[in-house]
């Protein structure tokens, strides 16, 4: 039994991270019809800048938790005003082109890594835990930092699930997502709603770095391999559909947890891309997704 909660309280935080990273390649989606290859790249960026800024801040007498949030928020600004340079002199002019954005985004991306790369250097970076210690839920011991993160990601969740739901943004969002041209001709402004989408979108991404970043090896490249499994995460949740990006979230972790510890990390990968075949054989619109 307390194997299965630590299997079960394992799987939740890996789902954690990926529930943030893949509801900002879902929205992106929904609104502009595109898929951003580069949206790791403010997971990367972000949680560079802390590995950095972090240490600087507490060698300079600062206490540890005024360091964290000023490194933070420098991490996650930082990350938004790439993706303003990204939208606006990139990603605007490929809204609803699937080919023109996949090109844009991948070349995004291998100009990033390499800037990424000769800037911070290629060497693995960690950071400390925002908090220590650890909490005991039926015999067994959850380290604290794990729950931060998992609270994080389910306030913000929830948050933009709210916002979705009953703000008249998100509600322009909705309409966007079902039919662009109709909501344009009901008076939505379609360039306005798109911008904030993605900006909505990066920040999710810019916050899943942060929150891992005390949890994670970080390199140049750290954002690709959660980009991957974002992708898979929509893909059987349903591309555009919050809930879906959920529930896809949730069924990776928790085979990244059960399959890992039983099998190993290369089995569960395997489970995971077999899992994708068959939602997409039986449900190729995602488990939640509408064709």
């Given at each position: 039994?307390?194997?299965?909660?630590?299997?079960?309280?394992?799987?939740l935080?890996?789902a954690a991270?990926?529930?943030?990273?893949?509801?900002?390649?879902?929205l992106?989606f929904?609104?502009?019809q595109?898929?951003?290859f580069?949206h790791?790249?403010f997971?990367?960026?972000?949680?560079?800048?802390?590995?950095?800024t972090?240490?600087?801040?507490?060698?300079?007498g600062?206490?540890?938790w005024?360091?964290?949030?000023?490194?933070?928020?420098?991490?996650?600004?930082?990350?938004?005003v790439?993706g303003?340079v990204?939208?606006?002199f990139g990603l605007?002019?490929?809204?609803?082109?699937?080919?023109?954005?996949?090109i844009?985004?991948v070349?995004?991306?291998?100009?990033?890594?390499?800037?990424?790369?000769?800037?911070?250097?290629?060497?693995v970076?960690?950071?400390?835990?925002?908090?220590?210690?650890?909490?005991?839920?039926?015999?067994?011991?959850?380290?604290?930092?794990?729950v931060v993160?998992i609270?994080?990601?389910?306030?913000?969740?929830?948050?933009?699930?709210?916002?979705l739901?009953?703000?008249?943004?998100?509600?322009?969002?909705?309409?966007?997502?079902?039919?662009?041209?109709?909501?344009?001709?009901?008076?939505?402004?379609?360039?306005r709603?798109a911008y904030?989408g993605?900006?909505?979108?990066?920040f999710m991404?810019?916050?899943?770095?942060?929150v891992?970043?005390p949890?994670?090896?970080?390199?140049?490249?750290?954002?690709?391999?959660?980009?991957?499994?974002?992708?898979?995460?929509?893909?059987i949740?349903?591309l555009?559909?919050?809930?879906?990006a959920?529930?896809?979230?949730l069924?990776?972790?928790?085979?990244e947890s059960?399959?890992?510890?039983?099998?190993d990390p290369s089995?569960?990968?395997?489970?995971i891309?077999?899992?994708v075949?068959?939602?997409?054989?039986?449900r190729?619109h995602?488990l939640?997704?509408?064709g």
């Amino acid at each position: 039994m307390q194997t299965f909660i630590q299997l079960v309280a394992t799987g939740l935080q890996i789902a954690a991270v990926y529930v943030l990273f893949s509801l900002g390649l879902t929205l992106i989606f929904g609104v502009m019809q595109v898929v951003n290859f580069a949206h790791g790249q403010f997971f990367t960026m972000t949680a560079l800048l802390i590995a950095v800024t972090l240490p600087l801040l507490v060698a300079q007498g600062m206490v540890i938790w005024l360091a964290y949030g000023i490194s933070v928020l420098f991490g996650i600004l930082a990350s938004m005003v790439l993706g303003i340079v990204i939208y606006q002199f990139g990603l605007r002019f490929f809204q609803r082109d699937m080919a023109g954005s996949f090109i844009l985004t991948v070349g995004i991306v291998l100009l990033l890594e390499g800037v990424f790369l000769h800037y911070f250097g290629g060497v693995v970076r960690t950071v400390p835990p925002f908090v220590d210690g650890s909490i005991n839920l039926l015999g067994v011991n959850i380290t604290l930092q794990r729950v931060v993160l998992i609270v994080v990601s389910a306030i913000f969740t929830l948050i933009l699930y709210r916002v979705l739901a009953t703000t008249r943004i998100g509600k322009a969002m909705r309409a966007v997502s079902i039919d662009h041209e109709a909501a344009m001709l009901q008076g939505i402004p379609y360039k306005r709603i798109a911008y904030a989408g993605f900006l909505i979108a990066t920040f999710m991404g810019a916050l899943a770095g942060a929150v891992m970043a005390p949890l994670a090896m970080i390199s140049p490249t750290v954002g690709s391999d959660y980009l991957v499994k974002g992708f898979i995460a929509v893909i059987i949740g349903g591309l555009g559909s919050v809930p879906g990006a959920i529930v896809g979230s949730l069924f990776i972790g928790m085979i990244e947890s059960f399959v890992g510890y039983f099998f190993d990390p290369s089995i569960a990968n395997i489970a995971i891309f077999a899992l994708v075949i068959i939602t997409l054989l039986v449900r190729p619109h995602g488990l939640l997704g509408h064709g």
